[in-house]
């Protein structure tokens, strides 16, 4: 309970930290951006890191996030809270419809599945003119994603986050990921388990799509295909699966490279790719491995926090 | 009269279909056979293909690389050769660069997969960056050589062809046509694939892949080059990629990312069954019809809908494929 409180106050100091150093405009967009990245990363960290469901088809539900978001407060006039908060929950809607055939699957198929599924739901996106206006985008969205708005979503979802690995559906998940008969064994019904995990991580993608929405001002399907779907997922293994705290500093890194790429963007892509080949040569446990960040500076603790590395 | 139309169309757009789902399977073929041996999903796949597609086009309009040296036009039948063995050899040499590292270290499928993908997104950039991201038509014209032999074999049989244009029909009859292309890349894919699957029955590699399918370690252990034969494999992956690239490139057209379209091959694999020859085919018929159909009766944009919706649909019915081993949960 104790280490809870204290992880919650680091991150609280964290995210006053990102809302009031002062910065420039350039870099009030970076600090929006990296919120809105990070809690899309530390959704897909929770299904693929901690649960070992393999995702390729997250951005779909960002774009779900953030279509409602923009359908809702330019089309209806509703207020941008309420607007987020219903594309966290229209996600979390579509992933259970999703989730209960595509879940039985393992492995590749399931990979394969969400790349489909995912690709499925960018192209009604871009089909249903008289409801998204396809393809052409939708423009005029207020820019709602400011930068205390963002940090202060990134840290009530982040704490909730920490806190929920480390309580019963936290194990429960990291058991199934590990040994899903013993889990069951255990007692532990992982379907229900693995599904929470789904529902869970479509949540946050939804959020962080609302909140991308906010601060584009103008989304179009094409912003949520197949690449940044691996981009994602990329990030979680490049942070290290397993560890959220990696997942955080991952996305916080290639966040930043990307960004400061930008001006030779055609080796972006190209640097990115090769990075992604290079860390599964050199280093396929990622940065931090399977640890999260303050056991490195701990004394040998009892292990029990997830500090076994996955073999 | 109506009724007629419609079974017009439909009969088009069934032949369409099958020429289609032979490119398909092509591509499909390939990814399984990767899968068979190193159980992972193979992103890098339509890297392969889009080698072959731009190696195809390079020498089919000549090169000029930065005016050190110029290499005249080659004719389709040399240009098609030195595609198909260029993209083997980044096929295997991607497998020696980027996944013999890995799979020698940890036995987790999952880094392989991550890896093939930013091989995928390295091939895509390097073309987007050397010979740029714009949209590239092959020469209308380079099958003609292929087309006269066809012809003549075709017109042994009574088949008569008519020229519209660039492109040649032949009448089967009633209305319905088929374009000259559209049957050579099922004669190609057909050839092409009753070869793999010789090189696979007939010989002494193609037992040790079997094998080595059932199960790798073993094979291992009962004297198979295991490096030597995941190379052959790869190389073997690379070139029927190389086939769908350059049929693919002919019937869209070229760019850097005409690799994404692998995706429908890897929905035709799973729904085959991953990792299962037969069912890779039989998958890539299925969809190819499937598309074509959708794009005959409901509209073109409805295509990749149906695509994905069959996925689902056989996943919910029968998730491990139709060839497939039983891989869903049991618990």
Redesign the interface.
Known sequence: MNKNLLGSAAFVALGAALAFVPLSGYQEGIVVLLCINCIAAMGVSLLTGFTGI?TLGHAAYMALGAYTAAIMTVRYGIHWLPAIVAGGIVAVFVAWLIGI??L??????Y???S???G??IR??LE?WQSFTRGARGFPGIESYSTRPVSVVFFTVLGIFMFNLLDSRLGRELKASRDD??AA?LMGFH??TSRMKALLLSAFYCGISGALLAGYMNFIQPSMFD??KS?EL??VV?FGG?GSMSGTLLGSAIITSVMEYFRDIS??R??I??????VI??LR?EGLLGSREIWSFFMPASDGSGGARGR? | MGIDMQFTTLFQQIINGLSLGSVYALIAVGYSLV?SIL???NFAHGGFLVVGGYICYGLLSGLDVYGYFTIPPFNIWLAGLNALIGAGFIAVLTERL?YK??RE??S????????S??????I???F??VVGGRFRALPQDIFQDVFAVLEKILGFFGLQSTREGSSHLFNLGGNVTVSMFDILSLIVAVLFLGGLQLFLRRTRWGLAIRAAACDLRTAGLMGVNVSLLIGIVFFVAGVLAAIGGIFLSFRYTLYPQLG?IT?KA??AA?IGG?GSLPGAVVGSLILGLAEMLSTGFISS??R??V???L??IM??VK?AGFFGKQ???K?
């Open positions: 393999f055939p595509t039985r699957l393992t492995g590749d198929y990979a394969i599945a790349i489909g599924l690709e499925a192209l009604i089909n899903r008969a069951s992982t379907p197949m690449m691996t997922t990329a293994v699966l055609q080796y892509m190209l990115y790719g090769f990075l992604l080949v599964m040569v396929p073999e | 899968y159980s992972f999903s980027a590292p890995i270290r940890t987790m499928t999952l880094y392989l997969l991550i890896a993908m930013g091989v995928s997104i390295v895509e950039n390097i987007v960056i994404g995706t890897f929905v799973v991953l944009q409805m990749d809908l695509v994905f919706s996925l689902v996943l919910l998730p891989i869903s949960d618990i």
